[in-house]
């Protein structure tokens, strides 16, 4: 919870002095450690690791390839403003993919928990709602550079064709480590702490749903009420249902 807090403080810092990059890193770390701690007590320390570690992979081999490419995201680059930047790629965009890709997941499980197809397919929807703030943010800043800018703020409808292929893919894998050690945990003593940690991995999406909800609508300048309620309305949507069926259990 103190990473989350220090998640909340970053994120009204961001919005505050929006050019200091070295926030937006911060802000990326703190989601990536807080998605850490809420999967570790979710499910194991082990299994958290491995899933987040399969995200990241995931993310940063479809930018890698993105950037060479154009695939499957559309035509882009990233600018020097970010570092390190192995093969082009700067590695706060891979953990990016790793923490907010437990966060959606543990939302897809709240919102469609039996099966398999279901919750993969809410989390990748899940996930890519969230890029409906991140690529105009990002591009406000400067950090990366469509070759043909597209309709949704100057960002393609290809990206996000291009998350959500990417986002399954995530998803698929978060899947696999983690669905065993949740059966494992239903019937165990551990299963309050299980029940606390997937609630503060909804917490978390929640968090980032609000702040950047109240970021693009007030704080940013100049505001970008179409920005705030296309991604509001989309991230806010599965965070509620997930909470939701929270509160009928």
Known sequence: MIALAALVAAQIATGLRPGDLRLTTVVVVLVAVCALAFAAAAYTPARAAGAFAAAVAAGFAAEWIGVRTGLPFGDYRYTDALWPRPGGVPLIVALAWGGMGLAAHAVARRVAPRGRPAPIVTGALALTSWDLFLD???LRLGLWVWAEPGPYRGVPLSNFAGWLLVSLLVMTLIDRVTVRAEGARAGGARAGGGRTGASGLVALY??????????FAVVFRPPDLLVAAAGGLAMGTFALLAWGRAWRR
């Open 136 to 138: 105009p943010q990002m």
């Open 206 to 215: 929640t968090v980032m749903a609000v702040m950047e909800t109240v970021g």
